[in-house]
């Protein structure tokens, strides 16, 4: 009873407040509703400096393809040209070598020295033959070894023999300095300097 | 005549086809890794004194004819001249000290089987002279372009057309 009472009272209040609002004026109204764009709300815009643009001459994209036909062309040309390559320094004989006024005349040997000499080389390649022949044979033990050693390991087990037959990727790449004469000095102080690269640049 | 054809030799031999003078270098094709060997490799030999680093790159390449290793090619590549410039003892300029050519050969592996390779490092090792640097890379296109003179023309013509 006391409910339907209060709903009542509310319905009566909310009526006479749309009434009072829409006698008011218009504001309210204009502010609820979207049909009505207000007027008072003015934009300013930042000061555009325009110019009116040039028309587009069309014979741009023909001149375009006509510079672009020429390059074309300029490129087959020159790929149909082989590369070149650069002269490798090492096998050109300097000018110097060359000059035939320049000649130096074979020494008189006595017999006793061609005799010395020549015994002397027969030595050396005995030696030289005896320590190729001492590394081809040490080269074939380890190889022997080797084929031995993986014959055991595919018995024992099959994928550490394929694991073993496998290439390593980080062996490359790889560097080594050659052994030196004498060790390096202790506390030694190089003095001030520079490289500088002074390799002559070919263009073709 | 039972002596009919005797000394020809013409037809034991191999007739290559007649090369044309305006070939052009073709790469020849990089091999990539197998499961049991490695790729097309490159064996650098670099050093100061040429006699030296030819005789090594010779070696080596005995080596790999011995050991069964196949040698797609054996070439130079370009000297490099560095002068060494050292500060004079009084007064801040620079005098020119020495001129050092650095000779470099390459010999380049199409393939090398990974059981072989560390009986043919070992022995590349133990038989480097001193004074020559030995370095082992994988061929890349981009060394081999680097043996060719550069087209600075052709270049600028073709970033051109890209754009």
């Known amino acids: 009873m006391s409910v339907a009472l209060s709903r009542c009272i509310g319905r009566v209040l909310s009526r006479q407040v749309a009434s009072s609002s829409f006698v008011a004026g218009e504001q309210h109204h204009a502010v609820q509703s979207c049909w009505f764009v207000p007027v008072m709300t003015l934009k300013t815009t930042a000061a555009l400096r325009a110019v009116p643009q040039k028309k587009k001459k069309k014979a741009d994209p023909r001149i375009e393809a006509l510079v672009r036909d020429r390059l074309k ?6 790929e149909k040209i082989p ?16 000059d035939e006024t320049r000649q130096r005349s ?10 010395r000499r020549a015994l002397l080389l027969k030595e050396w390649c005995l030696y030289k033959q005896k320590q190729h022949m001492a590394e081809v044979e040490s080269v074939e033990l380890a190889l022997k070894a080797q084929k031995e050693a993986l014959k055991e390991l595919k018995l024992e087990s099959e994928e550490l023999y394929q694991a073993a037959l496998k290439p390593d990727p980080l062996l490359f790449p790889f560097a080594h300095e050659g052994p030196t004469f004498t060790p390096p000095k202790e506390n030694y102080e190089a003095p001030d300097g520079k490289y500088v690269d002074i390799t002559k640049v070919y263009t073709q | 005549m039972p002596t009919h054809g005797i000394g020809r030799w013409g037809h034991l031999v191999t007739r290559e086809p007649p090369k044309k003078k305006k070939d052009r270098h073709q790469m020849k094709p990089i091999l990539p890794a197998t499961d049991t060997a490695y790729g097309t490799l490159n064996v650098i030999v670099s050093g100061y004194d040429l006699v030296i680093v030819e005789h090594y790159s010779q070696y080596i390449h005995n080596l790999c004819n011995r050991l069964g290793i196949k040698v797609s ?9 560095t002068e060494v410039m050292l500060m004079q003892e009084q007064g801040t300029k ?5 001129l050092l050519k650095t000779h470099q050969r390459v010999v380049q592996l199409s393939s090398l089987d990974a059981s072989l390779c560390p009986l043919f490092m070992d022995v590349m090792l133990k038989c480097q002279p001193e004074g020559v640097q030995l370095a082992v890379k994988v061929h890349t296109e981009a060394d081999y372009h680097a043996r060719f003179k550069a087209r600075p023309e052709m270049e600028g013509l073709m970033t051109k057309l890209r754009h």
């Not at chain 1, 062309?73 to 020159?78: E, G, H, M, Q």
Request: negative net charge.
């Open chain 2, 94 to 98: 620079m005098y020119v000290e020495a």
């Open chain 2, 73 to 81: 090619e054996s070439y130079a590549l370009p000297t490099k001249s």
């Open chain 1, 83 to 98: 590369p070149e390559f650069i002269p490798i320094e090492d096998f050109i004989t300097p000018s110097k070598c060359l």
């Open chain 1, 106 to 115: 074979t020494s008189r040997l006595s017999v006793e020295e061609s005799e």
């Open chain 1, 73 to 78: 062309k300029k490129l087959r040309k020159l």
